[in-house]
């Protein structure tokens, strides 16, 4: 079932052009360059809160990002073992949306239900249709990674992106922020995705001689902003997941409010740095990791500035929309993560201590 590759994990890394494909054909039309109207009226709107867990959680932060930037509709994302426990204040005209690969993670269905049982409209973007996410949510959202068999989650994370991102333009035209011009833009954008995804996935020889040293780290910081900081913190997750070795994912921002104190020569960072307005910020703070002596890896496009100092390796990945960078950029984080992990030993597809869906608390 594996065919050509060693791990489940590595084959659904590959799947990702494909995956992302039929998600996105599920919420937009190609052809007509529009996206597919929803069940749900966002105009009708006022906040979204999504309740999520592991990369599902990320993955929901990355779509929060594109509510409120293309549909100017507020939105709130909550790890859901907190939202159920702590008595949220909601508003009325709020949707409430479970994000989750099986559709059957204890605290994330109980948050949606709770939401439902508050009176207010639900809906699930899910990966497994028949789950009880899928039944009890009013509005069932999916996504088309196929079966996930790896317990690290890989293409449902961006078949979940993919979603959320398509969604965020529906909603941008659904409440007049964005016109016909700019929504055949953005689908257009986002049907590269697959392409570019599989242009991504050429990066695996430079990603697999940088593991050689990373595999070697008993820390690794992994940095970014906007949607790469959630990004970041999937990157971080996977590689603990599968490689037993401790990441820590940060906006890059913040690095002088704590983090840069862990910096030194052991302790690599690793950086997505997309050429996009924050490029510059992201640039400036890693030039202060180098300077400490701390080794950096940045993926960032090959066109991007050079940064002055020793210690600075770039892997280069395709330059894209800003739109679907977190589709392109997921992948070499992936790979990072998998490389490490074969390198030293572990049982990539089981590691130890995790089960693939958490049914109970
Ligand atoms: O099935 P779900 O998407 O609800 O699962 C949520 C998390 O348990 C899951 O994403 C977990 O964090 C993965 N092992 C991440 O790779």
């Not at 269905?109 to 939401?115: E, H, I, S």
């Not at 990603?207 to 595999?215: E, K, M, R, S, V």
């Not at 990072?336 to 030293?344: G, I, M």
Request: glycine share 6%; proline share 6%; hydrophobic share 45%.
């Amino acid at each position: 079932e594996k065919g050509e590759y060693r791990h489940f994990m590595e084959k659904e890394i590959h799947e990702q052009p494909d995956s992302v494909q039929h998600t996105l054909s599920e919420y937009l039309d190609l052809v007509s360059g529009k996206a597919k109207v929803q069940a749900v009226d966002f105009a009708a709107l006022s906040r979204i809160q999504i309740v999520a867990c592991g990369t599902a959680f990320y993955a929901a932060q990355i779509g929060r990002y594109a509510f409120e930037k293309y549909a100017g509709l507020p939105c709130d994302v909550e790890i859901a073992s907190e939202f159920r426990y702590r008595d949220p204040a909601l508003s009325p005209g709020t949707l409430a949306v479970a994000v989750s690969q099986s559709g059957e993670t204890a605290d994330t269905l109980a948050g949606l239900k709770w939401c439902k049982a508050q009176g207010l409209k639900t809906a699930a973007v899910v990966n497994v249709h028949t789950s009880s996410m899928a039944r009890e949510a009013d509005v069932l959202w999916p996504t088309h990674a196929g079966p996930e068999i790896g317990v690290a989650s890989t293409k449902a994370f961006t078949a979940q992106v993919a979603a959320l991102l398509s969604l965020a333009v529906a909603a941008g035209v659904a409440r007049g922020r964005i016109d016909a011009v700019q929504e055949a833009e953005l689908v257009k954008a986002l049907f590269e995705a697959p392409r570019l995804i599989a242009e991504a996935l050429q990066m695996d020889a430079g990603i697999h001689a940088l593991t050689l040293d990373l595999a070697k780290a008993r820390d690794v910081l992994f940095l970014g902003r906007g949607p790469m900081f959630p990004l970041a913190m999937e990157g971080a997750l996977k590689l603990k997941e599968i490689s037993y070795i401790h990441a820590e994912g940060y906006a890059a921002g913040e690095l002088k409010h704590g983090p840069i104190a862990l910096i030194d020569e052991a302790t690599p960072t690793v950086a997505l740095a997309p050429l996009d307005d924050l490029f510059e910020k992201t640039a400036s703070n890693l030039q202060e990791v180098a300077a400490r002596g701390g080794p950096v890896i940045m993926i960032t496009p090959e066109t991007a500035p050079a940064l002055h100092g020793a210690g600075v390796r770039r892997v280069h990945a395709p330059d894209c929309p800003a739109l679907i960078a977190p589709l392109v950029y997921a992948v070499p984080m992936q790979l990072l993560a998998y490389y490490t992990a074969v390198q030293k030993g572990t049982d990539v597809d089981q590691p130890r201590n995790l089960a693939k869906s958490v049914t109970v608390e």
